[in-house]
């Protein structure tokens, strides 16, 4: 195959991918800036029946999502330097991402201690880099990763 | 851009919001940023009245690329501030939604992405994912068109380089 073929099937490849959909927070946010006039007080009802269910969602996914630190990281199982290959090369970690892609809400269930909690899962891939301390050359290590959280349901 | 030259922001919103908020990206990690920074660029290009020019795309995509690059200014500041840990680990919202069969593929083509430099990167966003001809992309990154399609392939080239054969396949 060709190089202008190889490339215009990676291009085909990005077009299939789809930009990820804009967060209601940021219509509602934009929204509040470009209508000045007091709105409809039904339409102002039917937009909000919609955009703070979401904006709440999203919160809590952001607050669920922020103590990555408390989950068995990739990037904690991983010694701080790799066994020595068999040339001495030594490859060091560089650069770590956590790619967060989904995020489901599974639904009411009953823990042990008889209470009731929401269940979450967070799939990721997590992309490692490392490098070699002498020949600086790279490579990329990824792997899927799921986090679930059970969020204790407290009463209303 | 014509069936929207009258329309409401809601109905430009709709058409280019997900495409501006991964524009933004360029210069922000996180999404949230990313999200502001539209919201700043978009309400200054509505007040402005720039929708009816000829070729309102350029100006929306300017716009956000100024908002960007002020963005860009001000975190190199903080980043070089916060910067502690020598391995960065970062927690990031995906840029795009489910058009792949496999999530690795998605994976390993959004980091080959983000491995490209940031004057590569961007023209391949605005070509690939806002669509604009080269002309339009020089118009709104202010360099010549040869340059702009050389950048792209270019980074069509490490892109191809960096992932592995059974992605593109």
């Given at each position: ?11 085909a ?7 990820a959909?804009a967060?209601d ?17 039904r ?13 709440a969602?999203?919160?809590v ?15 904690k ?10 040339d ?12 967060l ?11 042990p ?5 929401r ?10 880099t ?14 899927p990763?799921?986090?679930?959280h ?6 209303f | ?10 109905s430009w919103?709709?058409t ?7 524009y ?11 999200e502001?920074?539209?919201q700043e ?11 009816a020019?000829a ?9 956000i ?19 502690k ?5 970062d927690v ?12 690795e ?12 430099p940031?004057?590569?990167?961007e ?29 792209y ?13 059974d992605?593109?396949?």
């Amino acid at each position: 195959m060709s190089l202008p073929e190889l490339e215009s099937e990676l291009e085909a490849e990005l077009k299939r991918l789809k930009p990820a959909i804009a967060s209601d927070r940021l219509c509602s946010g934009i929204a509040r800036q470009l209508e000045t006039r007091s709105p409809d007080v039904r339409s102002l009802f039917r937009w909000s029946a919609i955009a703070l269910p979401a904006a709440a969602g999203i919160a809590v996914a952001l607050f669920l999502g922020a103590p990555v630190d408390e989950s068995p990281a990739l990037t904690k199982s991983i010694p701080a330097v790799a066994e020595p290959a068999a040339d001495s090369e030594i490859f060091v970690p560089i650069r770590a991402v956590n790619r967060l892609y989904d995020a489901r809400y599974l639904g009411l269930v009953v823990t042990p201690d008889g209470g009731r909690a929401r269940k979450m899962v967070y799939r990721y891939f997590d992309t490692v880099t490392w490098q070699g301390e002498r020949s600086q050359a790279t490579f990329q290590m990824t792997v899927p990763r799921d986090e679930v959280h059970f969020i204790n349901v407290t009463g209303f | 851009m014509d069936p929207h030259r009258n329309g409401t922001w809601r109905s430009w919103f709709e058409t280019y919001g997900s495409r501006l908020v991964l524009y933004a990206r360029q210069w922000t990690g996180c999404p949230s940023d990313a999200e502001d920074l539209v919201q700043e660029a978009f309400v200054r290009f509505w007040k402005s009245g720039a929708r009816a020019l000829a070729q309102p795309e350029i100006a929306l995509y300017a716009s956000i690329r100024r908002a960007g690059l002020d963005s860009l200014r001000k975190s190199r500041r903080r980043v070089a501030r916060e910067q502690k840990s020598q391995v960065g680990q970062d927690v990031i919202l995906s840029a795009f939604r489910s058009g792949l069969e496999s999530r690795e593929q998605c994976a390993a083509i959004e980091t080959a992405l983000d491995d490209l430099p940031r004057e590569q990167r961007e023209v391949v966003v605005l070509k690939i994912w806002g669509e604009l001809t080269f002309e339009k992309i020089a118009a709104t990154l202010e360099i010549p068109a040869n340059t702009a399609a050389s950048r792209y392939r270019y980074a069509l080239s490490a892109m191809r380089k960096n992932l592995r054969p059974d992605v593109i396949a």
